[in-house]
C-alpha cells in the first residue's frame, strides 16, 4: 500500500485494528460512521506496511462489483480470482497468509446482492473461520450497519470480533488541525465553526485566530457552506424534515414535542427522527445529572449547531462575495452564541484528563449538567460517597468576579441534592487576570484558567494529536 497522509489521533481505534491484526486466526471487524469522519485515513494508515487489499464499492449492478473487486485484489495480491466476492475471499483466505482485506462502502454490495451478508455468514462458519484472514466491512451509512449487521436479528450477528463507530473528535485528539491557534480561546472558537470532524477541521490548518479561519470558508462556492444539507440528503431519507427539526433545536425548540411542532413533525412520530440524528451524532438529549425524567434536546456537533446558527444570518453578504462582512458578522455571532456552549462541552469532554493532570479534583465517575425551577449549574462532576464539583463555565472572568460566581454556585449547589461529604465549587475561564492554572479563591473555591490548564493537558498527551 502506498503511504498515507499523516492523520490526527485515532490511536485508540488503530490500537483496536492492529490488536485484531496480531490475532493471527480469523478476524471480521466492523467499522463504520458518517461520512467524512475519518474512515478511509484510518483504514489507509492501518494497512500500510501489511499485506492487504482495500477495495471501495459503488452504487454499481451485483456482477460488476463481483468482478471488481477480483480485478483490483488480484492484481494487489498477485493471484488469479473468481469473479465472486465470497468466493475471492475463499480463495484468499486458502493462501494460508495473514492478509487484510477491507470492503468499504459496504452497505453498496449488501443492497446491490441482498444474498452476500448470509452467504458471508455460511462461508464464515464452515471455512474462513478456520483461516487467517482479517475481513474489515466499512461504511458511511450509519442505520444500515447498526441494523442491518450489528442488530440482533443481521446475518452476520456474532460472527464479529470487532466493532469500532468513528465519531467526530474532541478538540484534544483534534488538537493537530487548530494547533497554530495563537490562544486556546482562539482554538475553542475555531472548534466552535469546525467540531471534530477530520474533513472539516483540515480547513483550519495554518489558522492563527478565528476571522482567518471564517474568511477561508466564507468565500462563495465553498464546499463547507452545503456540506450539512449534503450530509443530510446522502444519509436520509427525509432530509427537509430532519433539516427543519434541526432548525427548531437550534432556535431553542429544546423540548421534543416543541421542536416537532415547529418542524411541522407529528409529536407521535419525532422520536423516531430524533433517533436517526442521535445515530449520527448530530443531536444529543441532555438530562440533568440526579434525575431520570425530564430532557433537553441539543446539537452534538459543533459544526452543525455553527451552520445553523450563522449560516442563515450571513448568507445573503456570503452570496454578494462580501466574504470580510460575512466573516466579521460569523465571528460576532460565533463568540455570543457558540463560545460558552462548546467551552463547556470541551470541559466536560476532557474532564478524565484535567482530573488525572490534578485540575479537577474529583473523579469523574458521574457528571453533566443539571437544571430545575429556572436554575442551572453548568457542570456537575460527582464520586457518589466521596466528593462533588460545581462547575461554572466562563469565556472570562477576573478573580474578583470569579468570587463572586462561586458565591452563588454554593447557592445554587445547596438545591441539587448532589453534594457529598467534600464538595468543591469551581469556576472555569478562558480568559482571565492569572497566569496561574489554579488560583485558590477560599476553603474548596477555585478559578481555573482554561488556557493555562489547556497547555498542561496537550504536552501531557502529545500522542494524541501529533500526525501518525
Known sequence: M???????????????????????????????????????????????????????????????????????????????????????????????????????????????????????????????????LMLVLCGSAVSFFETRLLGGKAPLFGRRTRSLKLRPMKLLDAHGFYSSAESFREEAAMYAVLGGTPAYALHAAGAKRLEELLKRILEPGHPLLTEPLDLLRQELREPRSYLALLQAIAQGRTRSGEAAQAAGLDPRNVHHYIAV??????????????????????????????????????????????????????????????????????????????????????????????????????????????????????TRATQAEAEHIARKLREKAAKTGLQEPANHYIVAAAETDTDKPITILDENTLLLNLEEAWHILVERHPERWKPH
Open 277 to 394: 440524528l442521535e445515530q449520527l451524532d448530530i443531536v444529543e438529549r441532555r438530562r440533568p445529572l440526579g434525575r431520570r425524567k425530564g430532557h433537553q434536546l441539543a446539537i452534538k456537533d459543533p459544526f452543525f449547531a455553527y451552520w445553523l446558527t450563522v449560516t442563515p444570518r450571513i448568507q445573503s453578504l456570503v452570496e454578494a462575495g462580501l466574504t470580510a462582512k460575512a466573516a466579521e458578522t460569523a465571528k460576532r455571532l460565533v463568540e455570543e452564541r457558540l463560545l460558552g456552549p462548546v467551552l463547556e462541552k470541551i470541559l466536560q469532554d476532557h474532564l478524565p484528563e484535567l482530573n488525572e493532570a490534578g485540575l479537577i479534583p474529583v473523579t469523574p465517575v458521574e457528571h453533566g449538567p443539571w437544571w430545575a425551577r429556572g436554575e442551572e449549574i453548568d457542570i456537575v462532576v460527582r464520586d457518589p460517597g466521596h466528593a462533588a464539583a460545581f462547575i461554572e463555565v466562563k
Open 2 to 132: 502506498p503511504a498515507p497522509q499523516p492523520f490526527y489521533d485515532r490511536s485508540l481505534e488503530l490500537t483496536a485494528l492492529e490488536a485484531e491484526w496480531r490475532r493471527n486466526g480469523f478476524s471480521l471487524a466492523i467499522v463504520y460512521g458518517r461520512r467524512r469522519i475519518g474512515k478511509t485515513a484510518l483504514l489507509r494508515r492501518f494497512l500500510h506496511g501489511r499485506r492487504g487489499v482495500y477495495y471501495v464499492a459503488a452504487e454499481l449492478p451485483a456482477e460488476r462489483l463481483h468482478r471488481e473487486f477480483a480485478e483490483v485484489a488480484g492484481e494487489e495480491l498477485g493471484i488469479y480470482l473468481p469473479a465472486d466476492i465470497v468466493e475471492a475471499l475463499e480463495r484468499i483466505a486458502a493462501t494460508g497468509e495473514r492478509v487484510a482485506v477491507v470492503l468499504d462502502e459496504f452497505q453498496y454490495i449488501a443492497e446491490a446482492d441482498p444474498s452476500l451478508a448470509s452467504r458471508l455468514q455460511r462461508s464464515i462458519d464452515t471455512r474462513l473461520a478456520a483461516t487467517r
